[in-house]
């Protein structure tokens, strides 16, 4: 059983960065790939990024790529989201989450383990 907790997020002026940070424990953190998606009120869990087991394999969804950058170290037993040039619409709580799924996923009911998650807030 694998435990996630979210951290980095907070209130940033639009244009500003962030970077996310999500700790596992409980189980071998590089057993796994991991995603990143975020919910914002009154709307649905979306994807925002995955990594593969050993970092290999990236990707991103439409809305943040060339903003976001996903990165993992398995030492660390630690995935991060590095966030740039934020805009309003990203303003939403942000999860990660594990899956044994060797190819990106984009649906949240592949994942599991997921953490309290962390509140970005972007003000224009």
């Known amino acids: 059983q694998v435990h996630l907790v979210e951290s980095g997020g907070g209130l940033v002026q639009a244009g500003g960065s962030l970077r996310l940070s999500c700790a596992a424990s409980?189980?071998?953190?590089?057993?796994?790939?991991m995603g990143w998606f975020r919910q914002a009120p009154g709307k649905e869990r979306e994807f925002v990024s995955f990594?593969?087991?050993?970092?290999?394999?990236?990707y991103y969804a439409d809305s943040v790529k060339g903003r976001f950058t996903i990165s993992r170290d398995n030492a660390k037993n630690t995935v991060y989201l590095q966030m740039n040039s934020l805009k309003p619409e990203d303003t939403a709580v942000y999860y990660c989450?594990?899956?044994?799924?060797?190819?990106?996923?984009?649906?949240?009911?592949?994942?599991?383990?997921w953490g309290q998650g962390t509140q970005v807030t972007v003000s224009s």
């Open positions: 409980g189980r071998t953190f590089s057993s796994d790939a």
């Open positions: 989450a594990t899956t044994t799924r060797v190819y990106l996923s984009v649906n949240p009911d592949d994942y599991g383990g």
């Open positions: 990594i593969s087991r050993l970092g290999v394999r990236t």
